[in-house]
């Protein structure tokens, strides 16, 4: 495992679309491995493969050390992931994300969402997540279609910067 390097904001590949994952195998494999370490060691909760500049949807997640529920004691990785269903209800809650450090914005997101992909063996993956694991997949799918949380918030005054150690608690 290693630990990448993760792009920011003035990376013109944040804002690219991610191509479908053809192949499986060994190369995928180190490169979730790596995202996994790269997110733990930023520390965050979540990594797309675009934020190291590769163009595959692939996104990893994992909330175990922020969220207490039970849903969230795990990690997961997935390969060419997409919406199967988005609730209808929505909550407004601050994010951050690695790729643009020091500052969070308060963005609405659906409160629950299913989605389906591939776990790293080809099999198919179906998860309903809730709340913040809700949260974090919409923000790594947003990743992948080259969309940051900056984009979706209502308006400018809702960014503001902020400590690191506050940046940690809300960093997708």
């Not at 922020?66 to 849903?71: K, L, R």
């Not at 929505?90 to 659906?110: F, K, M, N, Q, T």
């Amino acid at each position: 495992m290693a630990v990448r390097t993760i792009l920011t904001l003035e990376h013109p590949a944040l804002r690219q679309k991610a191509r479908r994952v053809r192949h499986f195998g060994e190369g995928l494999q180190k490169l979730a491995d790596d995202m996994v370490e790269t997110m733990r060691t930023a520390p965050g909760i979540g990594l797309a493969a675009t934020q190291l500049g590769v163009m595959e949807r692939v996104f990893v997640a994992d909330l175990q050390e922020y969220d207490e529920d039970p849903q969230s004691f795990k990690l997961f990785v997935l390969v060419k992931p997409e919406f199967v269903r988005i609730g209808s209800e929505e909550e407004e809650h601050e994010e951050g994300c690695l790729s643009i450090p020091g500052y969070v914005g308060d963005v609405r997101r659906a409160t629950w969402v299913t989605v389906k992909g591939q776990d790293l063996k080809g099999r198919e993956v179906r998860v309903k997540a809730y709340s913040m694991l809700a949260r974090v997949f919409q923000h790594e799918m947003d990743h992948l279609d080259g969309v940051l949380f900056i984009d979706r918030v209502d308006s400018p005054d809702k960014i503001r910067k902020v400590q690191p150690q506050e940046a940690e608690l809300a960093t997708a």
